[in-house]
């Protein structure tokens, strides 16, 4: 039997789990969760609720139950260093250590990686510890990007033209940021279509999953604030509509120079998930982040349509040997949509603002895939709290089907909940393909 530890209590982790245990390997899964997430709860064998901080006692379960290898969900627990604390307990992890999760951790780390190693992908960019030099350097930029140099959970990124409008107001972001923040980075603003490609990396190999497009904004058409994504989609053809091949191989070709380059800098190997958010500009592939792990909603496209066995390929990415894997998956098209309570994103004047525990009924799901995220189940029933509750995945041969089962199986779920019903729809694909048509000349 192979005993795996799994650290994240969200969507991402509960696709996770399930694929985990898709596995032909006779295995036994224990989960570490800072809050009770049903669905991991249910595939799990034991569970510790407890925080992601407190590593001697994930540690102490880890060892009580014998674990093999550990599979680190979401960024927190890997910039706690749990992934050098269980290696030092003989555990090794699918997961980068405090050191290589700066790829995610400090964007100021990886924007210089690349520039010191010559990698293409790079704005023009600066990171500053105060306001002295912001002014000037903005100053010949058409467009501003401001990111504080941590983690923000998806949402610290302002955008000239979305977030703010003048030049004036990024400086008063920056000074905001750095209030909280020890540095700020400033960076020229791309134009261009984004996508999400997730890689397997073992330090050496890198293989590409099927890419995916994500949605952030809260609102129909791409309004209101950042979240940490309301939904997303992948195509049959492992492609997105607005791709050419050449774009999706620049973007592999980045990852690998980076997976080289971060085991020249450091001397470790990174093993894990090494996911970049890329856009398409008018100039080729851009590199706008790195996470360093899976992404979410992203990885509830593309795991369930995972045709290798994930245990094979964890135990391939901590021993080296991913090159000697095929590594495939099936040709469907995957369509998530995440439900939120009807308060989630709106303003904290509105009324209906942070609205939580609402009761919610789950049923007539059967076809589509259900991941619990941020939900409390109690004796009564299934609850919403603040954030993202439920991620609904439909897959389908074509585009068109999966949504129309993602959105059938919403429309059955009773509650005051919302979600974006435009993602995965032909109206919002056009746009982005008419989008790329202008930007590509």
Known sequence: MIRILLIGNGAREHVMAETVKRSAHDTALFSCMKSNNPGIAFLSNDVLTTSYDDREKIGQFARENKIDFAIIGPEDPLNNGIVDFLKNEGIPSVGPTKSLARLETSKAFTRNLLE??????????????????????????????????????????????????????????????????????????????????QCLCDGITVVATPPVQDHKRRFVGDKGPNTGGMGSYSLEDHSLPFLKKEDVAEGLAITQMVAQAIHQETGEYYKGVMYGGFIVTRDGVR???????????????????????????????????????????EKKATVCKYIVPGGYGLPADHPDAGSTSSKIEVSDTEGVKVYYSSVDKREDGLYMTSSRAIGIVGIADTLDSAEEMAEGAIASIKGPIDHRPDIGTKSLIDKRIQHMKEIRG
């Open 116 to 197: 010191k190693y010559d990698i293409p992908g790079n704005p023009q960019f600066r990171t500053f510890t105060s306001l002295d030099g912001i002014e000037e350097f903005i100053a010949p930029l058409d467009g501003i990007v401001v990111k504080p140099d941590g983690l923000t959970g998806g949402k610290g990124v302002m955008v000239q033209g979305d977030h703010f409008q003048t030049k004036d107001e990024a400086i008063e972001h920056c000074k905001k940021i750095l209030e909280k923040y020890p540095s700020v980075m400033v960076e020229e603003k791309f134009e261009g279509e984004e996508f999400s490609l």
């Open 287 to 329: 590199l706008l982040e790195y996470n360093a792990r899976f992404g979410d909603p992203e990885a509830m496209n593309i795991l369930p349509l995972l045709k290798t066995d994930f245990v094979d390929i964890c135990r391939a990415i901590i021993d080296g040997t991913l090159k000697d894997l095929n590594i495939e998956f």
